[in-house]
């Protein structure tokens, strides 16, 4: 009687160091989890890490509006797919900022403190979400949480915010009875109350 016995196929990988080339499927948690040292492990979803040429970063901006046939032809882009017009673009939900394209809030990122899309968010838990401080307002927008401003929940007033953030209200306030802040990328005046002010910092 014969037995089976199966066979792993190491087709793409270095079967001494368990290295991924490129184009394959990598281990993330590796020491060097692409063989080639110029390539990289990019994580496209929890689970799904591949090793991708590192493009220098004065390339990438070319990669994007680039020809291409299929998907794959766009993965040194993080966050990009081929169009039905055949050219390299953003993936939906994501928006290119800086030669990248980066997720929207509320979307998948690849690891903590990962740059997101939107202005004052970041990534946390896998997850675009508004940086401490800051609240979302709209589908793609985080404002800055104001003292004494009108809210919604709880939570919407349940960021901490540092000390020096206070000094700095104090400090303008000391010198105007309106203050400027810098709200989702435009500078405005807000009205603020010394006695709110006042009130919050002592119980710190």
Request: net charge negative; charged share 20%.
């Given at each position: 009687m014969s037995i089976f016995h199966p066979t792993i196929s190491f087709i793409g990988k270095n079967k001494e160091q368990n290295c991924a080339h490129v184009n394959f499927w990598c281990n993330s948690s590796l020491l060097q989890p692409c063989c080639d040292a110029n390539n990289r492990c990019i994580q496209y979803s929890i689970g799904i890490s591949e090793c991708v040429i590192e493009e220098p970063q004065e390339f990438k901006s070319e990669l994007i509006n680039s020809s291409c046939t299929f998907d794959r032809d766009c993965r040194r882009l993080l966050h990009a797919e081929c169009s039905e017009d055949e050219q390299c673009v953003c993936k939906p939900k994501n928006a290119y900022r800086n030669n990248k394209c980066l997720p929207i809030l509320g979307e998948f990122c690849t690891h903590n403190h990962q740059s997101c899309a939107t202005a004052y968010s970041e990534c946390i838990n896998f997850k675009c979400q508004c940086k401490n401080g800051y609240s979302q307002r709209s589908d793609?927008?985080?404002?800055?949480?104001?003292?004494?401003?009108?809210?919604?929940?709880?939570?919407?007033?349940?960021?901490?915010?540092?000390?020096?953030?206070?000094?700095?209200?104090?400090?303008?306030?000391?010198?105007?009875?309106?203050?400027?802040?810098?709200?989702?990328?435009?500078?405005?005046?807000?009205?603020?109350?010394?006695?709110?002010?006042?009130?919050?910092?002592?119980?710190?």
């Open positions: 793609n927008q985080c404002m800055l949480n104001i003292i004494g401003e009108n809210c919604d929940d709880d939570e919407f007033c349940s960021q901490e915010i540092s000390e020096d953030y206070y000094q700095k209200l104090i400090l303008f306030y000391s010198n105007q009875h309106e203050y400027p802040v810098d709200v989702a990328g435009v500078l405005t005046t807000i009205a603020f109350d010394p006695a709110l002010v006042s009130r919050q910092s002592e119980s710190i």
